[in-house]
């Protein structure tokens, strides 16, 4: 059996399409384009790499990005100060603002996303996001874990009733993931197990979930005799590995010999990291047009 392939690039390009218009539509109501700020810190060139691809994804649909770069040297205090500041439209009107992680050691990162509005917290980090998302009533939905629902949703794969199993517990990923999949409805009410490196009999868990989701970081972690047969898994780990003198980039699932004995199975890359990227865009449009539905009201 081969594997279906879940084509994250595929999807994302379907949904740029879909949002380009309705992009535009905006723009031309309220006078500019919705516009997203990056902030970001230090020179990490992963960091950088990440921040250049959703500047250009923005671009294609008519998204202005305009990116902060910090120095690495920064206290929490400044980078504090510098996030309200865009939060109170003094470098520009801000519709969506991203702090792009990891910060660096020194820096609290929490109270450097707690100072993002949290209508404008296009990365559904912020505590009011995260408890909305909890009570089942969700507002900006981290983009990760949109986008591996999004996936599934549009592959067509049941989510009802089957056992969907996490490895990995970030607030990132893992927490929202989890209950997004047991919320109501479409894309949800599955029985939802979540994994983290305590979980002392992690092989006996994943072999009985239906749809498997990794997302620890930890490079092929996932093997093929931790799968079931016939389960769908989503890789969401990225990892640069070495191989001779060369690197290359790994996901959390070892693909080759899962996608033999799994249903449907995302690549690395080219699985959810689209993705992510495609639900950031949709975030920051709902923000704009958020925003300029309470300017309406407003007058």
């Not at 609290?108 to 009011?128: E, I, K, N, W």
């Not at 930890?218 to 969401?236: F, N, Y």
């Not at 949709?282 to 007058?299: C, G, I, P, V, W």
Request: net charge negative.
């Amino acid at each position: 059996m081969t594997a279906q392939r879940l084509d994250g690039r595929k999807l994302a390009k379907k949904i740029e399409h879909e949002l380009a218009p309705k992009v535009a539509a905006l723009a031309s109501e309220i006078g500019r384009p919705p516009r997203l700020v990056v902030v970001l810190v230090g020179d990490v060139a992963a960091s950088a790499s990440y921040v250049k691809s959703k500047a250009a994804a923005a671009k294609r649909v008519g998204i202005t990005a305009d990116v902060f770069s910090i120095p690495e040297s920064t206290t929490t205090a400044e980078l504090v100060s510098t996030v309200e500041a865009i939060g109170r439209d003094e470098h520009g009107p801000a519709d969506g603002i991203l702090v792009q992680l990891p910060l660096p050691d020194h820096v609290d990162a929490r109270a450097v996303l707690d100072a993002v509005p949290p209508d404008r917290d296009v990365d559904g980090f912020h505590a009011v996001n995260a408890g909305l998302l909890s009570q089942g009533r969700p507002h900006f939905i981290p983009c990760t874990a949109a986008g591996v629902q999004r996936m599934l949703l549009d592959a067509g794969v049941e989510t009802r009733g089957k056992h969907a199993v996490i490895v990995g517990r970030s607030d990132i990923v893992g927490k929202p993931l989890a209950l997004l999949l047991a919320s109501r409805g479409p894309g949800g009410d599955a029985t939802v197990s979540v994994c983290h490196s305590h979980t002392s009999n992690l092989k006996e868990v994943t072999q009985q979930a239906d749809i498997l989701i990794a997302a620890v970081g930890i490079p092929q972690l996932i093997t093929a005799d931790m799968v079931k047969p016939g389960a769908v898994v989503v890789d969401v780990g990225i990892n640069r590995v070495l191989d001779g003198d060369t690197s290359r980039l790994v996901g959390d699932v070892d693909y080759d010999p899962v996608s033999t004995i799994a249903e449907a199975i995302s690549p690395v890359p080219g699985g959810v990291g689209p993705l992510t990227v495609a639900m950031l865009l949709e975030n920051t449009f709902s923000a704009a047009k958020e925003r300029q539905n309470l300017s309406q009201t407003a007058e």
